[in-house]
T-cell receptor
Framework: QKEVEQDPGPLSVPEGAIVSLNCTYS??????FMWYRQYSRKGPELLMY????GNKEDGRFTAQVDKSSKYISLFIRDSQPSDSATYLC???????????FGKGTRLHILP | NAGVTQTPKFQVLKTGQSMTLQCAQD?????MSWYRQDPGMGLRLIHY???????DQGEVPNGYNVSRSTTEDFPLRLLSAAPSQTSVYFC??????????????FGPGTRLTVL
């Protein structure tokens, strides 16, 4: 079992819909959870990170962590065509630990 | 301020050839790393450096060498290229930590094909 599992998609939703992206993980030592966005032929960019369980909101984006289920989510409200990208979850056990990435989910927002 | 630059953007090699992928940053960041990204595999850490003169192995180091003689540069060397090294290579930097809470800045990538 891989440490981080993420459905590769693609996921296609209409503009304005709420998008839910998810990852599961097996390592209970993970405490830091990140979401990256990667546009086609570009490097990834950090969207947000959370520590331990709970929610974190940043504009239209909400990250949610459920450590008891080893499950994390990224919600995008009022989705826009410019949100079309690959979204990668990433995790780490400590501030100095290496980061383990999921495979990424390709998201298409249809105008 | 160019951020993180990588050269070349594209490269085709024959099996057994060697080459160096260049990465440079002008942000005075201590931490630099190399990742490879393959379809269906996500990003995997190859090597990293916490400062000039210090390097360490990541998840998939075999077939690659690195050195860090200056803060600005972190080249990745392929000693004897193999088709399994066909991938997109990203260099990344953070001010200090591994990028868990610090923003990790990625370069534009080098697309490498080994025939």
């Amino acid at each position: 079992q891989k440490e981080v599992e993420q459905d590769p998609g693609p996921l296609s939703v209409p503009e304005g819909a709420i998008v839910s992206l998810n990852c599961t993980y097996s390592n209970s030592a993970f405490q830091y959870f990140m979401w990256y966005r990667q546009y086609s032929r570009k490097g990834p960019e950090l969207l947000m990170y959370t520590y331990s369980s709970g929610n974190k909101e940043d504009g239209r984006f909400t990250a949610q962590v459920d450590k008891s289920s080893k499950y994390i989510s990224l919600f995008i409200r009022d989705s826009q065509p410019s949100d079309s990208a690959t979204y990668l979850c990433a995790m780490s056990g400590d501030l100095d630990d290496k980061i383990i990435f999921g495979k990424g989910t390709r998201l298409h927002i249809l105008p | 301020n160019a951020g993180v630059t990588q050269t070349p953007k594209f490269q085709v090699l024959k099996t057994g050839q060697s080459m160096t992928l260049q990465c440079a940053q002008d942000m005075n960041h201590e931490y630099m790393s190399w990742y490879r990204q393959d379809p269906g595999m996500g990003l995997r850490l190859i090597h990293y450096s916490v400062g000039a003169g210090i390097t360490d192995q990541g998840e998939v180091p075999n077939g690659y060498n690195v050195s860090r003689s200056t803060t600005e540069d972190f080249p990745l060397r392929l000693l004897s290229a193999a088709p399994s090294q066909t991938s997109v290579y990203f260099c990344a930097t953070t001010p200090s930590g591994t990028g868990v809470t610090d923003t990790q800045y990625f370069g534009p990538g080098t697309r490498l094909t080994v025939l």
